[in-house]
């Protein structure tokens, strides 16, 4: 049984794990930014925190690597990063490989991960062309097509966070978590009915989800709203990608049952009975260890 490590990067922290050739996360660790940061090179941090790692693992020959945003073509530099500028141009597998020159390295973009750990790890019989698509602090996708990664003409394709919605701000805006609390927030204030959710210090999407299930009405129309915009979202992706298949994956996704209703209302809206005779959605299952998961899928060939 071979043994891989999985690094998701997160604005917040980098996650590493040991993972075996079926699958099995058999150790975790977490190492905040903010004391990367604190330390005064976040790049020499990661590189750094990459080592440290790699020395108490030393039957480790391959790491995957998923990062939150754009990465060259060629799969070895930074581009955009949009929670860690700093890292931004940095040729991260060069760096990588000279602190470590007997291991391989791999890097992708986190979703682009994701969908990968979810194709070899989920544990159903998964289709050979789907969507995946994770509702979190961003809305990251990425696209399966004939067992493989789609990347896009220049390898950074797929942004479905970044198409714009009906009301003129992009899928993100609207239902990142910055955008999607402030809307909770206005709805909190324009209800004159009752709601748990006005004696809330801070919404966060655990409350919301909780006030859901309570069937809070104000929390059930934040999901409606959230769903509405995912939903635009997908049936833009089914249209130009020719997909039928979706998951949805993320922290978010756990709410996904109080937004299906007006995810696909907004599907039947704009798309055709040629996409909906054979849409299918459902939920992701790798759920929190998916970075880490899709990270490990990257080292597989």
Not at 131 to 136: E, I, N, R
Not at 222 to 249: M, N, P, Q, S
Not at 261 to 283: F, G, N
Request: proline fraction near 3%.
């Amino acid at each position: 049984m071979e043994i891989f490590t999985g690094l998701d990067v997160g604005g917040s922290s980098l996650k590493f794990g040991l993972v075996s050739s079926e699958g099995e996360l058999l150790e975790k660790k977490k190492v905040p930014v903010k004391q990367l940061r604190a330390a005064g090179d976040l790049a020499d941090g990661v590189v750094g925190a990459v080592a440290d790692w790699l020395k108490d693992h030393p039957q480790v020959q391959h790491v995957g690597i998923g990062v939150p945003g754009m990465i060259s073509q060629d799969r070895r530099a930074l581009m955009e990063l949009a929670n860690m500028p700093e890292l931004n141009g940095l040729p991260l597998l060069d760096l990588l490989e000279k602190r470590n020159p007997k291991i391989v390295f791999h890097l992708e973009n986190d979703a682009n991960a994701a969908a990968l750990g979810e194709y070899y790890f989920s544990g159903h019989k998964m289709p050979e062309n789907f969507l995946l698509v994770t509702l979190g602090t961003g809305i990251g996708s990425g696209l399966i097509i004939n067992h493989r990664i789609f990347k896009g003409a220049d390898g950074n394709g797929l942004e479905l966070g970044h198409i714009v919605s009906s009301n003129g701000r992009s899928i993100e805006q609207n239902i990142g978590k910055a955008g999607f609390f402030a809307k909770a927030k206005e709805l909190v204030k324009e209800n004159k009915s009752k709601t748990k959710l006005r004696d809330a210090d801070k919404l966060d999407d655990d409350i919301l989800l909780e006030a859901a299930r309570d069937n809070d009405p104000v929390a059930l129309k934040a999901f409606a709203y959230y769903g509405k915009h995912l939903g635009e979202a997908l049936a833009t992706a089914a249209y130009i990608l020719d997909v039928k298949t979706f998951f949805v994956g993320g922290g978010v996704a756990k709410a996904y049952p109080f937004m299906e209703e007006s995810v696909l209302a907004s599907m039947r809206r704009y798309l055709t009975p040629y996409y909906l005779d054979k849409l299918e959605i459902r939920t992701a299952v790798l759920r929190n260890n998916a970075g880490i998961l899709g990270a490990a899928a990257l080292c597989f060939k």
